[in-house]
């Protein structure tokens, strides 16, 4: 070989070995170095990385009663890069999706390489797009969210969106109704389609469950009735709110108008989802006499029988007249919270003084939100009284100058109840797990002593007699004390910077019985077409919302009379001893008065012993459980010497299965 021979051939392999040596370094490079990103870059060329919710945690009420569960669903999406004609599948999908072609046309062209179609079909609608047998589209396990009561406590509840709760306790406890997230790959072939199985990364976990102070019989008792308030006053929006006084548990809120959540989208305006009950302030009106008297009382500066010229009907303070609804002229203290005095009350509290009176105000938990947990609760206006005008205390004496929430007012007025001590409102119970197990529970919580036991007592006995004599009369629950205040508040006019003449927020507070109170509730229609007067329109909603629940929660009436009771082999003693009942609303006064014998049969001894009692006859019981067979027979008329047998097995029919 010749040198030059042999110099080109060295130079050829040392080109050889450095082109060999620089393939090597980079499939080094690539194999080693970069393998990750490379790994991932591939991994979204050919699948597609998604989301999997878990079924979210059911919404029960106080006693389990379902209020919002999950289902198992699908939804549908797309991967446009696997379609054949996207013409074509937009075109065979729009009339089963119920969607416009043109829309669906737009997503299968986006040019992603994933887009979802439609979020948790019916389970109909999935086997229609399956029947079509396009390329490109598949489905991928999400859970529905359904409502089984519809409107029931919509507000409350609030709705679940593509990206979790959205409103009210969806919203505010998501992070423990949402549970944990999954992941899961849904592959793709080198050409970009689907392929047959996808791949589970991460299982979701499901969520806790929620369960609330509210009680699905209550809540449907208060929703009745302000249903019907709102329609027949034809009221811009109404509310009905109870709670337990003892623990502050909430135990129905009920607003109108309202809206199903099952389909949240379907209102004429968003608005309507809005919890006006936490979120909307309003001036109380003489309601808020109640507070001043609490103050006043607690603070000697007047008691109830001390006298108080009421002018005739008419003040002037600050160049600025306040009338009363009556020419009033000399009142007890007691006499003007009866009568709902304007000028008693700016006399009043003319007397306790700004800075006093703010204190009250503040301790019983205005100007701060109650901390019951629902999203946008209003702290309400209650201002420095170093920005008090000369006005403002008189004003504020009568419910004006001041904005609260229907929620803070019933707090406050359920602490006179509650012996003087504020609770903070409950909505929520206790968490638990998907088996069931409390993990979490959230106790009562006494936010203060406001006033004495004394005072609220003596209040109470004052806000009874208002209800008896005064301007809450149509308040009254028949065989129970209710103590209460009427409010009707007028509305400022935006453009005279006035107040106007127009009705506003026409209100009833109260609680009941009045000397152990077990329900403290509040109607408020705002600015109704048919009404003038508190007295008038939320009233006679109180009344009709407390009686039932009452009955309901079987708390006996002040002239409930004992029956007589003789207990035989293995009957129920002690549940018998314990009840002292009257009758229910099972029967009618015709019935009554006839002495007809009731039907019993599978009802609890308890509501057994309530029908009879009116009767007045004795009582045998043979058993444990529900009565299953009673003598005389229903319908036979009977006498107060009569003897009723009743025979209760455990597990016994329930009432409705005998007839």
Partial sequence: MTPALRTRVLIL?????????????????LMIVKRAEL??????????????????????????????????????????????????????????????????????????????LRRKLPPAVVARVRALGEPGLGFLDEPLRLYPNRELAAHVLGFEGVDGGLEGVERAWNDALAGTPGRAIVGRDALGRELASQQILAPPAPGRGVMLTLDTTIQYLAEREIDAAYRRTQARAAMAIAMDPRTGDVLALALRPTFNPNAFLAVSSREVWRNRAVTDPFEPGSTFKVILAAAALEEGVVRPEDRIWAENGQLTIAKTTIHDWRKFGWLSFGEVLQNSSNVGSMKVGLALGRDRYHRYMTAFGFGAPTGVGLP????????????????????????????????????????????????????????????????????PRAVRQVVSLETARTLSRMLVRVVEHGTGHLAAVPGYDVAGKTGTAQKLDPATRR?????????????????????????LLDEPKTEKWGSEAAAPVFSAIAGPVLRYLEVPPRDAAPIQIVTGPGADAAAAAR?????????????????????????????????????GVRVELAGRGRVAQQTPVPGERVHEDAVARLTLLPGGPRAGDAR
């Avoid at 379609?83 to 089963?96: K, S």
């Fill in 13 to 29: 392999a040392a080109l050889l070995a450095v082109a060999f040596g620089g393939l090597t370094s980079r499939l080094g490079w």
């Fill in 39 to 116: 790994a991932a870059l591939a991994e979204r060329q050919y699948s597609r990385t998604v989301t999997l919710h878990g079924a979210r945690g059911p919404i029960v009420d106080r006693h389990g009663a379902p209020l919002a569960t999950s289902t198992p669903a699908e939804s549908l999406f797309a991967q446009p890069r696997a379609l054949g004609d996207p013409v074509r599948v937009a075109a065979r999908l729009a009339p089963i999706l119920d969607a416009p072609e043109r829309e669906l046309h737009a997503q299968l062209t986006s040019g992603k390489a994933f887009v979802w």
């Fill in 376 to 443: 946008g609760e209003s702290r309400g206006v209650l201002r420095d009284p170093q920005r008090w005008s000369p006005l403002s205390l008189p004003t504020m004496s009568i419910g004006q100058e001041v904005s609260v929430t229907a929620l803070q007012m019933l707090a406050a007025v359920g602490a006179v109840a509650n012996g003087g001590t504020l609770m903070q409102p409950r909505l929520v119970k206790a968490e638990f797990d998907a088996d069931g197990r409390e993990v979490r529970r959230v106790e």
């Fill in 499 to 523: 107040y106007s003449r127009a009705p506003g927020v026409l209100s009833f507070v109260g609680f009941v019985p009045a000397d152990e109170p077990r329900l403290v509730l509040l109607v």
């Fill in 579 to 615: 009840v002292r009942l009257v009758a229910t609303d099972h029967l009618t006064e015709a019935e009554l008065s006839a002495g007809l014998m009731p039907d019993v049969r599978g009802r609890t001894l308890r509501r057994a012993l309530a029908m009879l009692a009116p009767l």
